[in-house]
């Protein structure tokens, strides 16, 4: 029996492109390449599933020009945000992605994020590398103490909890919103907020775990931002689309901020260059899940979707 056809949109792990290789017709992009709509459209003539990145694009548009032989969007992420859920479904495409496997790799470099923004990560390693670290005296480089301070964390998912851990473990105080109370046992001590209006007063360090969605698209803006305490540090590691950047650059501007910290911009990839020369931004190129152990773990999980749906099996991760 011929094997399905499966398009791996981007260069992955060599694991998960090795077992792809062996299970099915598999179409890699050794260069690494980025696609336009029209050549995703092209593509999806020639195969029956695509194994796509955040960095694919499903809008209405896009899905609705993809040939009916595409069955299945398998994603290599946990966030969807570049699907369009409805659209795909009403097109019978199933979509899945890859929730859990990458929730440690993204609460450390939240946690990196919340620690270089606080800790002034960015202007010591430019002073350093550049030779102008010329003077040392106890008020050189002061920066934001983490430990005894209050986290308050929005999105209490998988990888929100995971950063709770983490940040109990600097000895930090806990809070959080969600759409729901997590159960006692998950909760850990962290104490719920029905409302962001009470959650950002208590938040010294804000961060950020929700998905982007239409509703949180542009959450924090410049009302929310001014809700948080002053000398506030914001934790972006979910998705630039949840930050106003103009407004947090001016809360950055006018002291209102200490600090932030984001991996995720509204522009990826490139980011906002009107950050740039401000060294309490803390900026990363979007990585929350790069590392190699989780790379690995993304790309079978990815795998055993699609091997669950051509098996004739429901996929563990399906969304639509
Ligand atoms: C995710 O999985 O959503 C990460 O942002 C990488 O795409």
Known sequence: MSKPVLWITRKLSANTEARAARDYDVILNPEDRTFSADEIVAMSQKVDAILPCHSECFDATTTARLSDRVKIIANHSVGVDHCDLAVLKARGIVVTNTPDVLSDATAEIAMLLLLGAARRAAEGDMLVRSGNWTSWSPSFMVGTQVTGKRIGIIGMG?????????????????????????????????????????????????????????????????????????????????RGALVVEDDLLAAIESGHLAAAGL?????????????????????????????RETRDAMGFRALDNLDAFFAGREPRDRLV
Do not use: W
């Open 158 to 238: 998988r990888v929100g909890q995971v950063m709770a851990k983490r940040c109990r473990g600097f000895g930090m105080e806990v809070y959080y919103h969600n759409r729901s109370r997590l159960p006692e046992g998950l909760e850990q001590g962290a104490i719920y907020h029905e409302s962001l209006d009470t959650l950002l007063p208590v938040s010294d360090f804000l961060s950020l775990h929700c998905p982007a969605t239409p509703e949180s698209t542009g959450l924090m803006n410049a009302a929310r931002l001014s809700q948080l305490p002053k000398g506030a540090i914001l934790v972006n590691s979910a």
């Open 263 to 291: 991996d995720c911009f509204v522009t990826e990839p490139g980011g906002n260059p009107k950050f740039a020369s401000h060294y309490n931004i803390f900026m990363l190129p979007h990585i929350g899940s790069a590392t």
